[in-house]
């Protein structure tokens, strides 16, 4: 796991060095979270590329990056793991090809020397990768399947600069990073801006599942998509047995245990920890070392069930404890999310990972299972909502009104979401449920120069009609999250948090056979076991002694909550207050200020009805668009 920067320049600069070489080493500097193992470049006269290296696999000196190939034609710069190198490697040694390591990164360029742009259909894991082909004169970048590990790119007519992060752009003087309205809306209305945009004009992440190819002679680029979900929806007759899912699930775990350093586990004591627990401890050489959080506010608190299953299991139980949340650890949070970013799960991953990092460099978690297995709540909600039709949920939203307007408040929360859910102009499937505010009511909070912006809806409903070409409507609805909030929020969250801190995560429920084998029977999504994670509940009964196994499987889904508005109202007070003053908010261009204010006197005289979740994005937003305002530190 590291962190990868480059940059090209598509005619001659004489001034290469303080243009880019200079720019790109503090860049590197500044992203040793990323990889405090090693930093270096490579470079000749028109491109540089720069790597962080946290170590994994090969501890040697040998794993280092940028990585030449031993024939000198290829370098390559890696963030992730290739959890099948192994079987690779032989496959290619078989093919007559030798290597000098035993690291992924050889095995990548052996691939790539071996099957061309073919070559990540070969690979098992995560990655963001970049190699120049010295001979074709051809830089390719590549994106694991999901989108797990991050690539953004900035283009204009000269230069060309890719980075894992966006805010490392900044360490380049010469280019303009400017906000795209378009991608703050969607912020606003989904705590996060989906791919491929990103924060800024110019800038967009590679796909997932994509290889993008560029020839430094033509200036062209290439883009070829190597693996698609929708290829996979609605293909299989049959459902799959219990055991086809515990074969596929063993074997994802056990890739994701190779490793040359410890590698722990997150375990909540939740359905999808708790099943990994188990399988960890089946394939593990050595004791199993697990990491929970305990809270003292009872309602969120799941460390008895954590202590229930290692006790069980025999496996270490480390109890963190976490820091108070402080206004320097929100903006470090904020920091570390990159771009603006309104998920408030964001802050005690970050101090979890903190943590976790004093113990282990790699930990197994259960991001994917909820997609998967349809564990979340709003699939319920979503499941009614094509029950009933659109119509009764408006007659409802008239009822609610009526009930307000008689002093009752109890529903005016339900009353909210159906306006936001009936102010939506396309279908956008299960975002419905998660958004904030729909596009077209979030509006009227920004200053637009572009009256006619446009959003998100267009692309989530042609994601909807692409599934639905294979599978219902309902059944389109339910993958809808596997395409938007998984890799846009939840991994994002996962990825800069935890490497924020030096720690890699890996996430077993995401190997692309299995999901693969999902979404090929989603014509069966109705059927019992894809019920609230029944599949994962039967398999934690098969596993877990029956004395627990019982209390731990039949648990609800127990999401990441957190207390936004003690946040607001005590350790993070001076903050907001400076934040959503008067001052602050008429210097920021992109905020209508009076709006902003009135929303948050409402809110601070806590108003029935005032949309808490847009305060906390605000909120967010706000903080980030101050540290853009500084270069995030590149103005020193």
Sequence with gaps: MCGIIGAITKKKDPDFQSNFLDPLNHALDRMEYRGPDNKDI???????LGHRRLSILDLSSNGNQPFESSCKRYIIVFNGEIYNYQE???TLQNHGQKFRTNTDTEVILGAYAQFGADFCKQLRGMFALVIYDQEKNEIIFARDRIGKKPLFIYENEETLIFSSEVKFFHAFKNIPLEINEESLLNFL???YIPSPQSIYKNVNQVKAGEVLIYNLKTKQKKSIVYWDMLDHVGTRKQIPSLDEIDQLIEQSVKYRLVSNVDVGLLLSGGVDSSLLACYMT??????????????SDQNIDESSYAKQVSSALNIDLISLNLEDISADNFSQSVFHADQPFGDSAMIPTYLISKSIGKHVKVVLSGEGADELFHGYEHYGYEKYYYGLGKLPFEGAEQIFNVISSLGIHKFDKIKNKLKSINSFKKDIGTSRWTSIISPDLGKQFLNRKNREIGNYENQFHSFLNQFHKKAGKLESSLMLDLLTWLPDDLLVKTDRMMMACSVEARTPFLDHELIEIVLSSSRHFNSHNFES?????????KKLPASIADSISQRPKHGFLTPNDKWLNSSLSDLSSFLFSNENLKNNPYLVTEKIAQLWTDYKGQKIGTNKRLVWNLFCFLEWYRQHETKFGFNS
């Design 282 to 295: 089946e394939l593990s050489q050595t004791k199993v070392k697990s990491f929970n959080v305990g809270f």
């Design 533 to 541: 994670k029944n599949y994962l509940r039967q398999l934690l009964k």
């Design 42 to 48: 490579w470079s000749n006269e028109i491109l540089c």
């Design 189 to 191: 209305s989904l705590q």
């Design 88 to 90: 690779l490697r032989t």
